[in-house]
Antibody
Framework: QITLKESGPTLVKPTQTLTLTCTFS??????????VGWIRQPPGKALEWLAL???????RYNPSLKSRLTITKDTSENQVVLTMTNMDPVDTATYYC???????????????WGQGTLVTVSS | EIVMTQSPATLSVSPGERATLSCRAS??????LAWYQQKPGQAPRLLIY???TRATGIPARFSGSGSGTEFTLTISSLQSEDFAVYYC?????????FGPGTKVDIK
């Protein structure tokens, strides 16, 4: 059974750096083909993909946010960490981590999601 | 960046009726298109990928079609649990993008 859970601060100040941790179970990120991504959703708005890390440490970022994002993994701890610098009120959103569907080929979709964590950016 | 648009923004349907949702890409995404369902307060749920392949455990009343720039999600007979927001997502290039969503509500 695959589960994921996001953790981190619920409130950050403008200009601060946000660090979110995704702790997962039911799979290992050392297994070929697997990946974990981050997606966010501002209140009442649509989804926005942020980053994706693969089992081989290949990392991909949303080009519009790439300069502010870093994704890393700790395979032994079954965790993926996302950092986002220079936070702004427009970054207020629910942040989700999700498991990339494990099928052969470039199928970059997410079949298991965490419950999400709401991060508010305010002074 | 490939821009995804969805129509209509809101679709009012009676239980048991058919619902047809549209998604359009600003550039061809081949068949690299997925659909998700999201209910209030919940994470999205993967329904369809590869434009027409149902994800594990998804009922047969959900079907997807299309390729290139025009895609359709059809719910053949709406059940009460199907009233939700539906998002399409393209993954043809590395800047995955989602559509703005279609809300399916009770007529």
């Amino acid at each position: 059974q695959i589960t994921l859970k996001e953790s981190g601060p619920t409130l950050v100040k403008p200009t601060q750096t946000l660090t979110l941790t995704c702790t997962f179970s039911g799979f290992s990120l050392s297994t070929s083909g697997l990946g974990v991504g981050w997606i966010r959703q501002p209140p009442g708005k649509a989804l926005e993909w942020l980053a994706l890390i693969y089992w081989d440490d290949d990392k991909r970022y949303n080009p519009s946010l790439k300069s502010r994002l870093t994704i890393t993994k700790d395979t032994s701890e079954n965790q993926v960490v996302l950092t986002m610098t220079n936070m702004d009120p427009v970054d207020t959103a629910t942040y989700y981590c999700a498991h990339r569907l494990a099928v052969v080929g470039p199928i970059r979709v997410f079949d298991y999601w965490g419950q999400g964590t709401l991060v508010t950016v305010s002074s | 960046e490939i821009v995804m648009t969805q129509s209509p923004a809101t679709l009012s349907v009676s239980p048991g009726e058919r619902a047809t949702l549209s998604c359009r890409a600003s550039l061809s995404v081949s068949s690299n298109l997925a659909w998700y369902q999201q209910k209030p307060g919940q994470a999205p749920r993967l329904l369809i990928y590869g434009a027409s392949t149902r994800a594990t455990g998804i009922p047969a009343r959900f079907s997807g079609s299309g390729s290139g720039t025009e895609f359709t999600l059809t719910i053949s007979s709406l059940q009460s649990e199907d009233f939700a927001v539906y998002y399409c997502q393209q993954y043809n290039d590395w800047a995955f993008t989602f559509g703005p969503g279609t809300k399916v509500d009770i007529k």
